[in-house]
């Protein structure tokens, strides 16, 4: 305890810090709490689970009063970052009472107008943030301290404007502290505008590379659901994240690894937030789960004790990629990263392995049993023939297919309405992407 006393946090602090048994600083929280309890602005470049909350909390937790407005305000790229980044504060600041407010789209804005009008604290998307400015329902004329949390990734999902116009309704006197896993143009664009002479500071990777395992195995298409099966079912892992880059991929895997008798849970923006909240809680909570996820629903979450990331669908960039591994082989664990490559997957696999950081070997194909896959009409067939095989169901199949295909059109690459947002919301902004080749006539879309 003494070593977060001499970094100058207060005493109700330590008392919360003491209570949840943290042994000793993290490297970002030594480096980046004296400086900002200074009043300095401080650009950081932390991973999820560095222990960061921590850092901007000893600040807020010290110079906000009860009662006196809202203080401080954090921006959150998603709803369950923002209500983890919430519940944290909570806890460190039990011994001095301050009312900290989770501020996010997918539920009613009516019980939020309410709570804001004793927040001291408050912590929430730029979407709905928007919207309480808009109704005049939120007031920040008071604000010390502002936090850009997780930047890379609010501007990455197309926040650029938003952020910018929330900050300008801040008062131009007050400290900003910028937390990012990677400080790209953008973000450092950001900084250069709105930061005053901002200290950098970077810590090493939470992860550790030496105990992390990548591999990829080049599959046919017919047999990627078949690989993931064996995997989940003959690895015995215990958490495991399987990601996928669409709403629409992570309900089909989620629904037939369930078929096929192992137990997942599904998060997706989708998603209502109730059901979000529940899916996260109970996935951490609980050892040996699946999860099936998209990367906006999941992104910046601290979850323990990951001990596999299996890449149903391969990023579209190298930040992505290195987001998701980084879940696992943290704190001194052991993990392992299986990416499963089909045709439509090695352009983005291109992008990923010319990072010369990673280190990704070649695994030859196992022997394997297809399984069967259903898909919305409750048609059934084996490993993932839904999409791509001649002989599947003859002139039936062909008409079914072009159903499959027409439901999916304005959901692929390079069509509008294909990204997620905060909200859970498609952002139904057009943009460019030369990975996109319109599937062929017979071209197995699992």
């Known amino acids: 305890?003494?070593?977060?006393?001499?970094?100058?946090?207060?005493?109700?602090?330590?008392?919360?810090?003491?209570?949840?048994?943290?042994?000793?600083?993290?490297?970002?929280?030594?480096?980046?709490?004296?400086?900002?309890?200074?009043?300095?602005?401080?650009?950081?470049?932390?991973?999820?689970?560095?222990?960061?909350?921590?850092?901007?909390?000893?600040?807020?937790?010290?110079?906000?009063?009860?009662?006196?407005?809202?203080?401080?305000?954090?921006?959150?790229?998603?709803?369950?970052?923002?209500?983890?980044?919430?519940?944290?504060?909570?806890?460190?600041?039990?011994?001095?009472?301050l009312s900290i407010i989770a501020v996010y789209g997918g539920v009613s804005i009516n019980p939020q107008i309410s709570q804001l009008r004793n927040a001291d604290v408050v912590v929430g998307t730029p979407?709905?943030?928007?919207?309480?400015?808009?109704?005049?329902?939120?007031?920040f004329e008071n604000v010390k301290i502002l936090v850009l949390d997780e930047a890379d990734r609010m501007l990455d999902m197309g926040f650029k404007d938003d952020v910018e116009k929330i900050i300008e309704k801040c008062p131009r006197h007050r400290q900003t502290l910028l937390f990012s896993a990677t400080i790209s143009r953008d973000v450092a664009r950001l900084a250069g505008r709105y930061m005053n002479n901002p200290v950098e500071i970077s810590a090493e990777a939470y992860v550790d590379p030496s105990k992390m395992t990548q591999v990829y195995y080049d599959v046919p298409d017919d047999m990627k659901f078949s690989l993931l099966v064996h995997f989940l079912k003959g690895e015995h892992p215990g958490s495991a994240m399987v990601f996928c880059n669409t709403q629409r991929n992570t309900d089909f895997v989620a629904n037939n690894l369930s078929a096929n008798g192992i137990p997942v849970l599904a998060i997706h923006g989708g998603y209502s937030q109730d059901k979000r909240s529940r899916t996260m809680q109970k996935f951490s909570s609980q050892g040996s789960q699946v999860l099936v996820c998209t990367d906006v629903a999941a992104r910046g979450l601290d979850i323990k004790g990951v001990s596999h990331i299996y890449n149903y669908d391969l990023p579209k960039s190298n930040d992505d990629y290195i987001h998701r591994i980084g879940r696992t082989a943290?704190?001194?664990?052991?993990?392992?990263?299986?990416?499963?490559?089909?045709?439509?997957?090695?352009?983005?696999?291109?992008?990923?392995?010319?990072?010369?950081?990673?280190?990704?070997?070649?695994?030859?194909?196992?022997?394997?049993?297809?399984?069967?896959?259903?898909?919305?009409?409750?048609?059934?067939?084996?490993?993932?023939?839904?999409?791509?095989?001649?002989?599947?169901?003859?002139?039936?199949?062909?008409?079914?297919?072009?159903?499959?295909?027409?439901?999916?059109?304005?959901?692929?690459?390079?069509?509008?309405?294909?990204?997620e947002d905060s909200e859970g919301r498609y952002s139904g902004r057009r943009f460019s992407n030369s990975n996109f080749r319109r599937p062929s006539r017979y071209r197995r879309r699992y």
């Open 330 to 419: 943290r704190a001194g664990k052991e993990g392992k990263v299986v990416n499963i490559l089909a045709n439509r997957d090695y352009e983005n696999f291109q992008r990923i392995i010319s990072n010369r950081d990673l280190k990704i070997t070649r695994e030859e194909m196992p022997e394997i049993e297809r399984v069967f896959v259903k898909f919305k009409d409750n048609r059934t067939r084996f490993g993932n023939r839904g999409f791509g095989n001649r002989n599947s169901g003859g002139g039936r199949y062909n008409s079914y297919h072009k159903k499959e295909r027409s439901e999916y059109r304005g959901r692929g690459d390079g069509y509008r309405g294909n990204r």
């Open 127 to 139: 979407g709905r943030i928007l919207d309480h400015l808009d109704r005049r329902t939120i007031d």
């Open 1 to 97: 305890m003494e070593k977060f006393r001499k970094l100058g946090i207060i005493e109700s602090i330590l008392k919360s810090i003491q209570e949840q048994n943290f042994e000793k600083p993290t490297e970002i929280q030594e480096k980046s709490i004296p400086l900002i309890l200074e009043g300095k602005d401080v650009i950081a470049g932390a991973a999820t689970g560095s222990g960061k909350t921590l850092v901007f909390a000893s600040a807020i937790i010290k110079n906000a009063e009860k009662g006196n407005g809202i203080q401080a305000l954090i921006l959150t790229p998603t709803r369950e970052l923002a209500e983890q980044v919430s519940n944290t504060i909570q806890r460190f600041s039990k011994h001095k009472h």
